[in-house]
């Protein structure tokens, strides 16, 4: 079992930041991929951005390329999204999940794990 805790989340004006935290625990999970997805009211939830755990590969939707950086810290079990340049669309629910497989994570299918979610509101 890998256990997922986001922190992170809040409101902010459009052109600001937020950073997002996902602490990470339980098995060991060095094979694992970790990754952000979203849901804004009355969508369905989408991937923004996916990292391996070794290697350190990085994946992000287009939507978010230029904006958002996402990045991990081995020593801490815990990932971050830090999310510049924020605009009223990026207004969502953001869920941290973990898969042993970064295609299965990057295409949200069968995902193993994921967090409880945290609120991200951007206001014009």
């Known amino acids: 079992q890998v256990q997922l805790v986001e922190s992170g989340g809040g409101l902010v004006q459009a052109g600001g930041s937020l950073r997002l935290s996902c602490a990470a625990s339980?098995?060991?999970?060095?094979?694992?991929?970790f990754g952000w997805f979203r849901q804004a009211p009355g969508k369905e939830r989408e991937f923004v951005a996916a990292?391996?755990?070794?290697?350190?590969?990085?994946y992000y939707a287009d939507s978010v390329k230029g904006r958002f950086t996402i990045s991990r810290d081995n020593a801490k079990n815990t990932m971050y999204l830090q999310m510049n340049n924020l605009k009223p669309e990026d207004t969502a629910v953001y869920y941290c999940?973990?898969?042993?497989?970064?295609?299965?994570?990057?295409?949200?299918?069968?995902?193993?794990?994921w967090g409880q979610g945290t609120q991200v509101t951007v206001s014009s």
């Open positions: 999940a973990a898969d042993r497989s970064i295609a299965d994570l990057r295409a949200g299918q069968g995902v193993d794990y």
């Open positions: 339980g098995r060991t999970f060095s094979w694992y991929a």
């Open positions: 990292i391996t755990w070794t290697s350190g590969a990085t």
